[in-house]
């Protein structure tokens, strides 16, 4: 069975600062894996994703996040952080085949000090 | 273009009572899902549609039930709420073409059981 773990509830940096949310899965086989977004008082949006190919994936907002499967981790970044970024982040991992559906993390709180 | 819409928004019930929530999409997407999100919990699956006329059980499904008889609409039945039953409840829905298709969501529907 796939899980996801995401270490850190809850991450605070200062505007300015690098943004690292931490993800790790377990999966039998290479999977697919998402990073979703959620501001408050709103559904989930698709940040970026990883299926095949390039590792190191770009997403929306100034994101990325590299597939590592060495280290069965899929970590997201962004260089500076910005009080827009404030949100909750999920991560996501899913079997490339068959109709199982996404598993999430628990997720991580981002809260962006001025 | 809506996307997904649910219906209602809020809704405060007593224990014992029943109600529907509603989920459309007009995108025209196979896959349907529901999700209940709690603190420290994420997201967890509680039923999944694969097409018009199927249903699947996910991680929780139990004291709820679902119907999807339109393809559009995807409807989330509690029988006789209960307090455990507060929740944030989001539906989601997606595009055939493989696990890698991501999932839209809805701005979700705030249920309190008192």
């Known amino acids: 069975a796939q899980s996801v773990t995401q270490l850190g509830s809850h991450v605070s940096v200062s505007e300015g600062a690098l943004v690292l949310l931490r993800c790790n899965y377990s999966?039998?086989?290479?999977?697919?894996l998402f990073w979703y977004v959620q501001y408050p008082n709103q559904g989930l949006q698709l940040l970026l994703k990883?299926?095949?190919?390039?590792?190191l994936v770009k997403g929306i907002n100034g994101f990325e996040a590299e597939f590592k499967k060495s280290e069965t981790s899929f970590h997201l970044t962004k260089p500076s952080a910005h009080m827009s970024d404030a949100a909750e982040y999920f991560c996501a991992v899913s079997e490339p085949s068959g109709n199982t559906p996404l598993v999430f993390g628990k997720g991580t709180r981002l809260s962006v000090i001025a | 273009n809506a996307g997904v819409t649910q219906t209602p928004k809020f809704r405060v019930l007593k224990t014992g009572q029943s109600m529907t929530l509603l989920c459309a999409q007009d995108m025209n997407h196979e896959y349907m899902y529901w999700y209940r999100q709690d603190p420290g919990m994420g997201l967890r699956l509680i039923h999944y549609s694969v097409g018009e006329g199927t249903t699947a059980k996910g991680e929780v499904p139990d004291g709820y039930n679902v119907s999807r008889l339109k393809k559009q609409n995807f409807l989330l039945g509690l029988e006789s709420a209960a307090p455990s039953q507060t929740s944030v409840y989001f539906c989601?829905?997606?595009?055939?073409?493989?696990?890698?298709?991501?999932?839209?969501f809805g701005d979700g529907t705030r249920l309190s059981i008192l």
């Open positions: 989601a829905s997606r595009k055939t073409g493989g696990n890698n298709q991501p999932q839209h």
């Open positions: 999966s039998s086989v290479p999977p697919y």
């Open positions: 990883y299926t095949t190919g390039a590792t």
